[in-house]
């Protein structure tokens, strides 16, 4: 079978967030076909995080990623789960992203919108 999603994560506060840890939503491997049978199951999408602040610290990891694809060997694989998103909005003068992003920073605190990047918004957009 088929990886499952990743779901969706979403922090939000008044005054401020700090991320230590890991924050994630990835979308899980999908299933081994057995020997007799080609065709191992598909990736699960990768999910969402959402974080939302005037003041925002990330010093962990945030990750939105697809899942590997099942399979016993090509070309048996299921193919990988689509990629996810990751959304800040926080004031750039009171966001310190130094953690890790999976999909990437376009370029830390500043707004961006670019494809497969984590998204960053000026709070409260």
């Not at 130094?98 to 500043?110: A, K, Q, V």
């Amino acid at each position: 079978g088929g990886g499952g999603g990743g779901g969706a994560l979403r922090i939000a506060s008044r005054t401020s967030i700090v991320v230590r840890g890991a924050l994630r939503a990835n979308g899980g491997a999908g299933g081994e076909s057995p020997v007799d049978v080609t065709g191992g199951g598909g990736g699960g999408s990768g999910g969402l995080v959402f974080l939302a602040a005037p003041t925002l610290t990330v010093d962990g990891s945030v990750s939105a990623i697809g899942g590997v694809g099942g399979g016993v060997g090509t070309p048996s694989e299921g193919g990988g789960g689509g990629i996810g998103r990751i959304r800040i909005s926080a004031y750039t003068e009171l966001c310190t992203l130094r953690g890790t992003f999976d999909p990437p920073l376009s370029s830390s605190c500043e707004p961006s919108n670019a494809l497969e990047r984590t998204y960053v918004a000026r709070y409260p957009n």
